[in-house]
């Protein structure tokens, strides 16, 4: 069945880097889109990047542009999300989610979710 499992969050100080993985299981990167998002306490979740091979890469978040990239490995059914220079403010749960082919900057579009894993920016 269809499964998106994100790990490598945790605690990082204010200008550090952490990698987020998101493992895909029970189908091809090469038909869908897959996407980054995050979630802080009291707020909507939020688009970050999104890649698919049928549009590239996006970015919905101007508040992380030039600081987070994706990317994935075809070989390990593997999305990436680098993130670099972390602020307190991009404290949050992170999320993975597919979609159908083409990006999306709507929540609603994405209907397979991962469990989220949470990144911390605390000195």
């Known amino acids: 069945q269809v499964q998106l499992v994100e790990s490598g969050g945790g605690l990082v100080q204010p200008g550090g880097s952490l990698r987020l993985s998101c493992a895909a299981s029970?189908?091809?990167?090469?038909?869908?889109?897959i996407g980054w998002f995050r979630q802080a306490p009291g707020k909507e979740r939020e688009a970050l990047l999104c890649?698919?091979?049928?549009?590239?890469?996006?970015n919905y978040a101007d508040s992380v542009k030039d600081r987070f990239t994706i990317s994935r490995d075809k070989g390990n059914n593997t999305v990436y999300l680098q993130m670099n220079n972390l602020k307190p403010e991009d404290t949050a749960v992170y999320y993975c989610?597919?979609?159908?082919?083409?990006?999306?900057?709507?929540?609603?579009?994405?209907?397979?979710w991962g469990q989220g894993t949470q990144v911390t920016v605390s000195s």
């Open positions: 989610a597919r979609t159908y082919y083409y990006c999306s900057g709507y929540v609603q579009r994405f209907e397979y």
């Open positions: 029970g189908f091809s990167l090469d038909d869908n889109a």
């Open positions: 890649i698919s091979i049928y549009d590239g890469n996006k």
